[in-house]
Structures are given as C-alpha cells and as structure tokens.
C-alpha cells in the first residue's frame, strides 16, 4: 500500500511472490517475482511508468561513442564575420562559445531532433545559430542561451541570461 502523493517509484520485487503495488482501496499493478518497475501514483492509484525492466543490468554498460559530450567547442571569429560550421566532433559538446567578430555572425549547426546547446556569445556582434539554409534564433552579444534543433530549425528554450 503506497500514498497518493503524486511520486515515481523503482519498485524491485525480489519477495519469492508477485506482489501488487496499489494505493489503499484501489486496483494498482501486479509485478511478479524477480522483476522491476517504474510506477508512478497519478494521485489516485499506482500506474505503469514503463514496461519491465526483467534482467537488466547497467553495472557493465560501456558507451563507446558518445552523442554528447560535456565539454566546450569556441570559436574566434578573428574580426570577420564567416559562418562557423560545426565539425563532427564540435557537433558533440554542450556549450558553444564565439568571440571576436566584427559584423553579424551564424553558427551552423546539425539538423538534428532534440540537439541541444548552451551558447554563449562574446563575440561583441549578434549571434545566430541555425540549419544550414535556415533562420534560428539570434542571441545578443554578451549574452547566454540554452537552444534546441524542434521541428525544422534551431529554437529557443531559454531567453538570452
């Protein structure tokens, strides 16, 4: 019997029985023996989180290649104004930073869903990181923002700090 306080659960049953997580008075979920599960309470009973996760292991988990990295790629734009294209292993970090630049800039960016940066723009000029041939979002110098590639172009997710 749990509380309907709205929480997530990791529940681990290793009792030699299945066992039924639920809030007092309702129906809940059954997990059998030997099994674990996320279940959240919505408040009012216990409900599925995701599917069984019967068997798995982390402990030995290697990632040989990382999608993102936590590390920071820069850029000077030496007094000009060119685009920045991110090389494969820029593409990587969580932050990019520019400096430098004597007009209006871009950084062009991978069009993929759910990428992901925090740019910071020292580069005394106004800041634009977008798709090849797309709009984006423009930070202001001096200037962070965390933006997001959504849908067809780089958008927004914090306002310019």
Not at 142 to 153: L, P, Q
């Amino acid at each position: 019997i749990l509380p309907t306080s709205k929480k997530l659960y990791l529940i681990i049953n290793n009792s030699g029985y299945a066992i039924t997580a639920k809030v007092s008075g309702q129906t809940g979920i059954t997990i059998p023996n030997g099994y674990r599960r996320y279940a959240i309470s919505n408040g009012t009973d216990i409900i599925p989180f995701i599917n069984y996760m019967d068997g798995v292991s982390l402990n030995s988990a290697i990632l040989t290649s990382p999608q993102i990295i936590n590390a920071q790629a820069s850029h000077d734009y030496q007094g000009a104004a060119a685009d920045w294209t991110l090389s494969a292993a820029e593409q990587k970090v969580s932050t990019l930073i520019v400096t430098n630049a004597n007009g209006a800039c871009a950084i062009i960016a991978p069009a993929v869903a759910g990428t992901r940066y925090v740019v910071k723009n020292t580069s005394g000029q106004a800041l634009t990181i977008k798709k090849t041939g797309g709009t984006g979002v423009t930070i202001a110098s001096t200037k962070t923002a965390i933006v997001e590639y959504i849908g067809s172009d780089y958008s927004r997710i914090t306002a310019d700090a």
